[in-house]
């Protein structure tokens, strides 16, 4: 049996390798019946049954023969399904991966620090000197304390240039008279105050259309007390904003005010609009004097503060005549006088044609009277003249000539100002 092992397991593979050329003919093909036949004939009829038994099964049926099953539609040979070329199953690497995508710098926070501003420290570049009549200005020209040097042109002293600059110390100087250079005066009962204002407005630099500093202003306020009274000269009108007060013979004051729509304050604002009406209020303050009585003799309104110019709209006129309702169809009128020594009156805003501006100025020249003398302040309503005080029969004159034209015995005449009162249109 030792003997014959080798022979047979040569024969065994012989027989397989046989067997499995076989089986990769068709099975319709004629040679499947010539291998059987040598396989019959070969050392494979020495096998025993149990090894032919395996080879049979092994070996491709054959339809034709008389066992073989019935014909059967051959079916189509499935495609072959394509190879990967790679792995579809997920892997992991080897090792894990260190390097990354470089980060955006970021750049340092700084810390918060609340900011302050600086606040700015005002230049002691004005100094004043109030005299007895006159008062003295001197302005450094570094006017803001800054280093940088204002030009003396664009410094005034209300509409006053400077009087003499010294070039050593770099100051201005100005003078004027207490009543001089657009100062305006306050009275109250216990003093007398002389207002100024410093005016700096600088011009841009030749050649280009910059500047490098701000518009300033500064007032400058001389008081003086009233204990004693004034004996000396009228003062020469002046021109006040809002506010007109002259001081007259025998210690006298008139005054123009333009006042709120209730009368009981001063009105802040000169801003107002066509069809607004205009609250005015003419005072004399007496002190050592009889009770004394104002009136209103004439007004004129202009476009600037000069008088003279022109245009100009007189629209109280003839000694207390309102001869602007009558003109115009306003609801200009003088109102019923509620004390002696003050006269109130209406005017309705109005503005010059264009090309003068929104700015008007008004000039009242302003009369007091004993109390007890009749004069008169007469509107015009309804086609007819009215008297503030009911004796409606001396407005009659006003349609002609009233009055000579000359002071009376017994009156005292000033002049007031007011301005500028701006008139914007509605819109």
């Not at 701000?214 to 009228?234: E, G, L, M």
């Not at 209730?262 to 009406?277: I, V």
């Not at 007819?384 to 017994?410: I, L």
Request: net charge negative.
């Amino acid at each position: 049996m030792g003997s014959l092992a080798c022979p047979s397991a040569i024969l065994v593979l012989f027989v397989v390798a046989l067997q499995t050329e076989a089986n990769r003919l068709p099975w319709h093909s004629p040679l499947k019946k010539e291998y059987k036949s040598y396989l019959d004939r070969s050392p494979y009829s020495l096998l025993d049954d149990d090894t032919k038994e395996s080879l049979n099964g092994s070996l491709p049926q054959d339809p034709q023969s008389a066992n073989e099953e019935p014909d059967r539609k051959a079916s189509p040979t499935p495609a072959p399904k394509p190879v990967p070329l790679q792995s579809q199953e997920k892997q992991d690497p080897v090792k894990p991966l260190k390097w990354k995508f470089p980060s955006r710098p970021v750049p340092p926070t700084e810390p918060e620090v609340p900011v302050v501003p600086k606040m700015p420290v005002p230049a002691n570049s004005v100094a004043a000197k109030c005299g007895a009549t006159d008062v003295q200005v001197e302005v450094h020209r570094d006017f803001f304390g800054t280093g940088r040097l204002i030009q003396p042109a664009d410094m005034l002293l209300g509409d006053c240039t400077f009087t003499r600059e010294d070039l050593s110390a770099q100051v201005l100087l100005f003078e004027s008279e207490l009543h001089g250079c657009g100062s305006s005066l306050q009275v109250t009962e216990d003093e007398l105050v002389y207002t100024f204002t410093l005016t700096y407005v600088p011009k841009v630099y030749l050649g280009t259309s910059i500047m490098r500093m701000n518009s300033a202003t500064v007032d400058i306020n001389c008081h003086y007390q009233r204990v004693h009274n004034v004996s000396s000269d009228v003062i020469t009108p002046t021109w006040i904003p809002f506010t007109a007060t002259e001081v007259a013979e025998e210690v006298l004051v008139f005054s123009l005010r333009l006042m709120t729509d209730d009368w009981k304050f001063e009105q802040a604002s000169n801003a107002f609009y066509l069809g607004d009406l205009l609250h005015m209020e003419a005072s004399v303050i007496q002190y050592n004097h009889v009770p004394l009585r104002v009136f209103v003799h004439s007004c004129v309104a202009t476009p600037v503060r000069d008088l003279n110019t022109s245009p100009r709209y007189s629209f109280i006129e003839n000694h207390g005549c309102f001869v602007d309702a009558k003109l115009t169809g306003s609801r200009s009128r003088f109102l019923p006088r509620a004390q002696d020594n003050q006269l109130r009156f209406e005017l309705e805003a109005f503005k010059f044609a264009p090309g003068y501006g929104d700015d008007i100025y008004i000039t009242c020249e302003l009369v007091a009277t004993a109390a007890s003398t009749v004069s008169k302040a007469c509107s015009f309503a309804n086609d007819r003249w009215t008297s503030s005080g009911g004796m409606d029969e001396m407005c009659a004159c006003c349609d002609s000539t009233c009055g000579t034209g000359q002071p009376e015995a017994g009156e005292w005449n000033s002049e007031a100002s007011l301005g500028p009162i701006k008139v914007k249109k509605q819109n």
